[in-house]
């Protein structure tokens, strides 16, 4: 099941944007030039998603890409998050994000944006919001609002992809406040 990008963000353990520095055998070496959650050392080790025929990596894992990484520690292994979901191409400084459509009412995909702007957008979700219910029953996730009203203002108007991600989740789950 291909999760949201809300989701996404929410579940990973480690949001990081860098390089490949080396590939080999489903697992790559990763620099860390940002991390947008967690606490990450310079060079992390990658485990690559299975592949399957609805979701595929964009291009085989080479040193040089630039990606940005939602990840999961699964038994002292870093882990890709929801397959193509998680690891997102760097390329030409913006993000594609394949799934998910710019506006409610224009279903056209993919929402691609400026990399800056998708990170700043993403790091200030994950420290407004936080992911509440159980994700196994459907209708029960809901996010939990922890900054003021205050702060959620200040996160709509930093830019258009905050303001996305704010009218995406306030139309499609329950928003409660702490």
């Known amino acids: 099941m291909i999760r949201p990008i809300e989701y996404v963000a929410s579940v990973a353990d480690l949001i990081v944007n860098g390089e490949i520095v080396a590939a080999a ?106 992911l509440t219910g159980n994700n196994k029953e459907p209708g029960s996730v809901c996010f939990r609002q922890n900054g003021s009203d205050g702060e959620l203002q200040k996160f709509i108007a930093g830019n258009s992809f905050s303001k996305w991600m704010y009218e995406k989740v306030q139309r499609n789950y329950t928003i409660v406040k702490s």
């Open 25 to 130: 055998n489903g697992v790559y070496l990763f620099k860390v030039d940002e991390t947008l959650k967690g606490k990450s050392a310079a060079v992390i080790r990658v485990q690559q998603f299975n592949e399957w025929t609805c979701d595929i990596r964009y291009a085989k894992a080479a040193k040089g890409q630039r990606l940005i990484l939602f990840l999961k520690k699964v038994n002292d292994q870093l882990e890709i998050v929801n397959g193509s979901t998680g690891e997102i191409p760097l390329i030409n400084d913006s993000v594609t994000l394949t799934y998910e459509s710019y506006s409610p009412t224009n279903y056209t995909r993919p929402y691609q944006l400026n990399a800056k702007e998708f990170s700043e957008g993403i790091k200030g979700f994950i420290n407004l919001f936080a």
